[in-house]
């Protein structure tokens, strides 16, 4: 167990979600043959600890972030520049047959958690999280290379914690999978690049040469499509559901960005239009839609750093943010794809310092695919509609 605080009356039911007013943040990353963002739990306002368990052996780096001091979420607390607090080398000889311990919000499919498997080849790259502190273009541009070379499970791959390897079907399954449905995607623009990704994918031939080919090709548009549609929802209005059969929804990180304003949404805020979404949502499930939240994306450390002073999308903030969707969804009966988990450990592999493609965004596709894939009863075919994406 790694342990970041030894006090009497640490308690392991406080995580970073809701970390305490004045509470100092804390982010913990291990590297080697797995690869874990591992759950930061609080004790006290300035100490806190982490716990995991291994099961491939082999040398691994614990690298010890301390972002915040005092953090609140009242106020646009500045991240620390000086924030590695450690930096640790270790072997494990023998990989343990426990998993790594992790707290799944209710609503969230079991298969939403696991760890990434990285080739040994590329260990180092990965090393120390890519913050972009003193070397911008460098950092971003030698992350960028990565994630464009890391495109088959023997370099990364995501592996589930409760069930098998996520495997990408063949050509007859999707077919079959998706025959008389109308898959929809709601949300921003991290929605976009998914339904994108989901499309090139279904439509596309799958993981081969016109896969990555057509997925290149989607920055900043919407591909076309006649199973799946995309819909733009940036603060939680509902969307027509009417011609779907299945829709992930999410209103993506505008609350938390500059677009909210002058500040991000309280939680309250954010409490009340998600309440209201969750209670119309629960509506579509009620008439036979199958109806999925998918949680918000985080936002790479490096990016974040670039706009401390007009944009909120920390950590903290988004986790907050996620629990309150996540409890809201749970308590409407909805299940929640979590996305969070599988990209937070890798973020920095974003093409653009936001969005993800390449081999993140291909595992992310596989999970809303299994999805919708686990009840391929035939249904009535929807009426063709039109992806909205004013």
Same mark, same amino acid.
């Given at each position: 167990?790694?342990?970041?605080?030894?006090?009497?009356?640490?308690?392991?039911?406080?995580?970073?979600?809701?970390?305490?007013?004045?509470?100092?943040? &804390?982010?913990?990353?291990?590297?080697?043959?797995?690869?874990?963002?591992?759950?930061?739990?609080?004790?006290?306002?300035?100490?806190?600890?982490?716990?995991?368990?291994?099961?491939?052996?082999?040398?691994?780096?614990?690298?010890?972030?301390?972002?915040?001091? +005092?953090?609140?979420?009242?106020?646009?607390?500045?991240?620390?520049?000086?924030?590695?607090?450690?930096?640790?080398? &270790?072997?494990?000889?023998?990989?343990?047959?426990?998993?790594?311990?992790?707290?799944?919000?209710?609503?969230?499919?079991?298969?939403?958690?696991?760890?990434?498997?990285?080739?040994?080849?590329?260990?180092?790259?990965?090393?120390?999280?890519?913050?972009? @502190?003193?070397?911008?273009?460098?950092?971003?541009?030698?992350?960028?290379?990565?994630? %464009?070379?890391?495109?088959?499970? @023997?370099?990364?791959?995501?592996?589930?914690?409760?069930?098998?390897?996520?495997?990408?079907?063949?050509?007859?399954?999707?077919?079959?999978?998706?025959?008389?449905?109308?898959?929809?995607?709601?949300?921003?623009?991290?929605?976009?690049?998914?339904?994108?990704?989901?499309?090139?994918?279904?439509?596309?031939?799958?993981?081969?040469?016109?896969?990555?080919?057509?997925?290149?090709?989607?920055?900043?548009?919407?591909?076309?499509?006649?199973?799946?549609?995309?819909?733009? +929802?940036?603060?939680?209005?509902?969307?027509?559901?009417?011609?779907?059969?299945?829709? &992930?929804?999410?209103?993506?990180?505008?609350?938390?960005?500059?677009?909210?304003? +002058?500040?991000?949404?309280?939680?309250?805020?954010?409490?009340?239009?998600?309440?209201?979404?969750?209670?119309?949502?629960?509506?579509?499930?009620?008439?036979? %839609?199958?109806?999925?939240?998918?949680?918000?994306?985080? &936002?790479?450390?490096?990016?974040?750093?670039?706009?401390? +002073?007009?944009?909120?999308?920390?950590?903290?903030?988004?986790?907050?943010?996620?629990?309150?969707?996540?409890?809201?969804?749970?308590?409407?009966?909805?299940?929640?794809?979590?996305?969070?988990?599988?990209?937070?450990?890798?973020?920095?592999?974003?093409?653009? %310092?936001?969005?993800?493609?390449?081999?993140?965004?291909?595992?992310?596709?596989?999970?809303?695919?299994?999805?919708?894939?686990?009840?391929?009863?035939?249904?009535?075919?929807?009426?063709?509609?039109?992806?909205?994406?004013?």
């Amino acid at each position: 167990m790694f342990v970041m605080c030894s006090k009497r009356g640490c308690r392991p039911d406080a995580g970073a979600a809701e970390a305490l007013p004045g509470q100092d943040v &804390f982010r913990v990353r291990l590297t080697g043959p797995e690869i874990h963002l591992l759950d930061v739990l609080y004790c006290d306002l300035h100490t806190a600890y982490a716990q995991y368990a291994l099961a491939e052996p082999g040398g691994y780096h614990a690298e010890v972030l301390h972002l915040y001091e +005092n953090f609140t979420y009242a106020a646009h607390t500045p991240m620390q520049r000086d924030y590695l607090l450690g930096a640790h080398a &270790f072997e494990v000889t023998a990989g343990e047959s426990v998993r790594l311990a992790h707290h799944a919000a209710g609503g969230v499919p079991p298969c939403s958690r696991g760890r990434w498997v990285l080739g040994e080849e590329y260990r180092d790259e990965l090393r120390m999280t890519c913050t972009m @502190s003193h070397d911008t273009y460098a950092c971003g541009e030698a992350v960028a290379q990565l994630s %464009k070379r890391v495109a088959d499970a @023997s370099r990364l791959a995501w592996r589930p914690y409760d069930c098998p390897p996520l495997e990408e079907p063949a050509p007859e399954e999707v077919e079959r999978c998706l025959r008389k449905r109308h898959v929809c995607f709601f949300g921003d623009s991290h929605m976009r690049h998914i339904y994108n990704s989901f499309v090139a994918m279904t439509e596309g031939g799958g993981r081969g040469d016109d896969f990555w080919r057509r997925e290149r090709k989607t920055d900043g548009m919407v591909m076309d499509a006649s199973r799946s549609s995309y819909f733009r +929802n940036t603060w939680g209005d509902p969307g027509d559901m009417s011609a779907c059969t299945d829709s &992930f929804v999410n209103f993506g990180q505008w609350p938390a960005s500059y677009e909210a304003g +002058n500040r991000s949404w309280t939680a309250q805020q954010y409490a009340s239009k998600v309440g209201m979404l969750a209670e119309a949502l629960a509506a579509a499930k009620s008439e036979g %839609k199958r109806v999925y939240w998918v949680t918000t994306n985080p &936002f790479p450390l490096h990016a974040h750093l670039h706009v401390l +002073n007009t944009d909120w999308r920390s950590d903290p903030e988004l986790l907050l943010f996620n629990a309150i969707a996540n409890r809201a969804m749970a308590t409407a009966g909805l299940d929640t794809v979590d996305v969070w988990h599988m990209a937070a450990p890798v973020a920095e592999l974003s093409y653009d %310092k936001s969005h993800f493609k390449g081999t993140l965004g291909y595992y992310i596709v596989l999970q809303f695919l299994s999805t919708v894939c686990r009840d391929a009863a035939p249904v009535a075919a929807p009426p063709m509609i039109a992806s909205s994406h004013r």
